[in-house]
């Protein structure tokens, strides 16, 4: 029988503190004690003083009702084992069970699935004078999915237009003959016809990239074997790929150059600098601050040229590796909603070949979600019926078609971001704790935040908002990240804040000059 089997209800009754406080606390108990402390300061209006108190009381009773289960659950289980061998015999099966599952000393050997040997594949090649190569293969395929997609808008903008003027003489004529019902029927029809036309175009790009996925991979090993066998890599035009594929056709040569343009264009701002923290033994960070659109980070450049950024060659070198790049995305509790679409829409632009496509793990968290909260609903933590996130929760999505980033933690916010009152117990503070947390303990060494929580610039945000922002998130991080070092794990070697594009020149480099003010970067003294 697993821990997870097993468990108890406790009271905890106090009236220490001038109010009766009584709450039941399930044993053994796996969640932070002191966020059980927060919340029943907050629930029974206790003053703050008496929380460091509260934690001391709490973790005593929850250590004495623990070991009070614990060993009543040993000899009952040891009393039953004793007297009834069938039972002792299930045991130890479960125990061998637990071994060959956890233990890699005692575990089966399993040859390396499909995906481990493509994986192990591609980190050689991408490792070796192929790189190159296969960088520029992959931008061939990216051509061709976007020039699938601006065919697919330009048709159903062609479509809307079309309906637009057949509904605006269809409401001219209404003085002529033309009824109300003949209007409504044409309004279905026009939604049945644009409906159509996107799941056609849908169905054709997810036909497109499966497709480009499974040349792409069986390339990939075709590439290895010939690598192994030849002292240099071959080329685009080799026999191993065929070139006027429509797998790889591009798209005009007028596309694509209008819009990298304008993004050009747009000013950045970006201050760098080298910090050490730790109480002890201190760690060297790098941390940078900088103005940026969220896109940047995401969108891979698909024109004519086939020049590589170093961006994109370091995100390919990464990619199987301990060295990994994490960027928050602020979300709300719809798990894949309007407010992450266009996210979601650079991530189709071009084919996955590495991992699920984003619509594929987006549908396969809202399962997982929906049964947690199923469960969290039976036992109290969350309302019945609720299906939506929480504030302060995040969901991860893997990525290898981004253009500096591999893994996206969605975190959930909501409209208090938008108040100067939120403090370091703020849901989504907490929550970057979390996301910091999950980074150290999943290679992920490089990370880019928000720095005031939000990407646009509003009415709200003055000077003195986003300085009071800044520094909130400044110190929180400056704490989480000391504490890290006790978490294990990989240490967060990059740290980015990003401002919205747009913000003052004036406003970015007064949050600058406070960065290390906070951080105290340590400057070298020079004896003479």
Not at 350 to 356: G, V
Not at 435 to 455: G, H
């Amino acid at each position: 029988m697993t821990e997870d089997n097993i468990h108890s209800v406790a009271s905890y009754i106090n009236s220490n503190y001038d109010k009766l406080i009584e709450r039941e606390i399930p044993i053994p108990y796996n969640q932070s004690i002191e966020e059980l402390a927060h919340i029943l300061l907050t629930k029974y209006e206790l003053p703050k003083y008496i929380e460091k108190e509260l934690i001391q009381d709490l973790t005593q009773f929850i250590e004495a009702k623990e070991k009070e289960f614990y060993d009543t659950y040993v000899e009952e289980e040891v009393s039953r084992a004793k007297n009834d061998p069938d039972y002792l015999e299930d045991l130890t099966k479960q125990w061998e069970k637990l071994f060959k599952e956890e233990t890699a000393e005692y575990a089966e050997k399993k040859c390396a699935s499909d995906e481990e040997l493509f994986a192990s594949a591609y980190h050689k090649l991408v490792h070796s004078p192929a790189l190159e190569t296969i960088l520029s293969v992959e931008h061939l395929y990216a051509k061709a999915v976007r020039r699938r997609t601006d065919q697919k808008d330009a048709f159903i903008q062609d479509l809307s237009e079309k309906q637009t003027e057949e509904m605006n003489k269809a409401v001219d004529r209404l003085e002529y003959g033309m009824t109300e019902s003949e209007i409504n029927e044409l309004v279905a029809k026009h939604y049945e016809d644009h409906s159509l036309l996107k799941v056609r175009y849908a169905s054709e790009l997810d036909t497109l990239k499966e497709a480009q996925r499974r040349e792409y991979r069986d390339w990939v090993m075709k590439m290895l074997e010939y690598n192994q066998e030849n002292s240099f890599p071959p080329s685009p035009s080799s026999p191993l790929l065929t070139p006027t594929s429509p797998l790889l056709s591009g798209p005009d040569e007028s596309t694509f150059h209008e819009n990298v343009q304008n993004r050009e264009k747009e000013p950045i701002l970006e201050e760098s600098f080298t910090i050490h923290l730790g109480s002890q033994l201190k760690q060297m960070y790098n941390v940078r601050i900088l103005t940026g659109n969220v896109e940047d980070l995401c969108i891979i450049p698909v024109n004519e040229s086939s020049e590589l950024t170093p961006q994109l060659l370091q995100t390919a070198l990464a990619l199987y590796s301990n060295d990994l790049s994490g960027l928050v995305l602020m979300t709300d509790n719809k798990i894949g909603s309007r407010v992450t679409k266009d996210f979601q829409e650079n991530c189709l632009k071009s084919t996955e070949f590495h991992f699920s496509h984003i619509d594929a793990q987006l549908e396969k968290i809202s399962n997982i979600a929906r049964d947690h909260f199923g469960e969290s609903a039976s036992n109290g933590s969350r309302s019945p019926g609720s299906d939506l996130l929480q504030c302060g929760d995040f969901y991860l999505t893997k990525h290898s078609n981004l253009a500096q980033v591999h893994v996206i933690f969605h975190l959930v916010s909501d409209d208090t971001l938008r108040g100067s009152d939120i403090n370091s117990r703020h849901p989504v503070i907490l929550g970057l704790r979390n996301v910091l947390k999950t980074a150290c303990s999943n290679d992920i060494t490089s990370l880019t935040i928000p720095l005031l929580l939000q990407y646009d610039i509003t009415e709200e945000m003055t000077t003195m908002w986003c300085e009071r922002r800044a520094e909130l998130v400044f110190k929180c991080m400056k704490g989480f990240m000391i504490e890290m070092a006790s978490w294990g794990g990989s240490d967060l070697k990059n740290l980015q804040f990003m401002l919205p594009i747009g913000i003052s020149s004036q406003v970015f480099h007064s949050l600058a000059d406070m960065l290390p003010r906070i951080f105290k970067i340590s400057n070298p003294k020079i004896l003479k």
